[in-house]
Each structure stands twice: as C-alpha cells, then as structure tokens.
C-alpha cells in the first residue's frame, strides 16, 4: 500500500471533521491479508503500516479494529475500508436501524446507510459491519463510526464524506407541513 496515497486520504478526513485526533482506521487487501493503520495511530501521518494475514495472529500494534476488516475481506470482495467518526453521521444512528438521505447525491450514491450494532473491536462488531456491507458499501456502527468498503481508499472516503453531508442535511431540514 502507497503510504504516501494512505497520507492523502488520512489528511482529507481529518480536515474535514471525519475522524478527530487518532480515531479512525483504513486497510487495503493483499493477496494473503490486508494493510491495516497501526493502533493509536493519527490517519493524516499514520507512521508504518501493518500487514495482517486473512487468518491466523495479528501483530498486537495492528488497529484495534483489525477483527472488522478481516471479516470484511473473508466475506466480500472490498479491496479497501475506511472506518471513520463523522459526528452527525454517528448521531443520527441513534434509535433506528438505517439512516435513508434525502439529498439528491445522498439518494443518488447511497440511498440507504444500514445502522448495525456491536461494540467496539468485538467479534459482533466484525460480523454485524460484514453482513451490512454485504449489502451496501457503507454501514454505520451504531454510536460509535463508519465503515466505507469499496475498490480504493479513495472510494471508501467519498462515501464517508458523503454520508456527513447527507446527515447534515436531514439534521437542519425544515419538517414538511404538508
């Protein structure tokens, strides 16, 4: 993985209020595994990769995150996945199971963000984000982030950045009177 390309992606959600300090965590697949950000790290200087097998131990300075990724890679053919925290994202996943945007964009590239549960670096967690990204490229972790797969980093932050705008935009619609 291009470290230079992961910096790129790292520094446009950062600035865009996506992840904040070190939150936050991309991976691209191998052909034995993926390339995960290191635990801790900061996505916009993330410092050395690691390589995690498809089975078998994990470097313990891998992202806390790595058991999502993995399942994610077991169960579809994403070759990248960025997890991130964009905030009105992850209020809007509180008290229902699919957030639906209603901005043009939003319909248009992502007309339905599934909510799943799970908490933070489980095994549920793993599961819940693969079953849900098997059936729309980006998923939301109830309370708590993201998941984007898609064919690049590059896909995976578009459909980050853009589920904030379409939250944003359900967050300050007027109510319809009709």
Same mark, same amino acid.
Request: glycine fraction near 14%.
């Given at each position: 993985m291009n470290k230079h390309y992961?910096?790129?992606i790292g520094q446009r959600l950062f600035? /865009?209020?996506l992840v904040a300090g070190n939150c936050g965590n991309m991976s691209t697949r191998s052909p034995s595994g993926f390339w995960i950000t290191r635990? /801790?790290?900061y996505l916009d200087?993330?410092?050395d990769l690691v390589f995690c097998p498809i089975q078998g131990a994990v470097p313990?300075?891998?992202s806390s995150e790595y058991k999502v990724h993995r399942e994610v890679y077991q169960r579809t053919s994403y070759q990248a996945i960025v997890h991130a925290h964009p905030p009105h994202t992850v209020a809007l996943s509180f008290g229902t199971d699919e957030v639906t945007p209603v901005d043009t964009k939003g319909k248009f590239l992502c007309p339905a963000i599934p909510v799943v549960t799970g908490e933070q670096g489980t095994e549920e967690l793993a599961a819940s984000v693969a079953s849900g990204l098997q059936h729309a490229p980006l998923v939301i972790a109830r309370g708590h982030g993201t998941f984007a797969a898609g064919a690049s980093l /590059?896909?995976?932050?578009l459909l980050t950045s853009l589920a904030e705008y379409s939250s944003k935009i359900?967050?300050?619609r007027v109510p319809d009177k009709r």
């Open positions: 992961v910096i790129q600035q /865009e209020g635990s /801790e790290s200087q993330p410092g313990r300075t891998a /590059e896909q995976g932050y359900l967050l300050m």
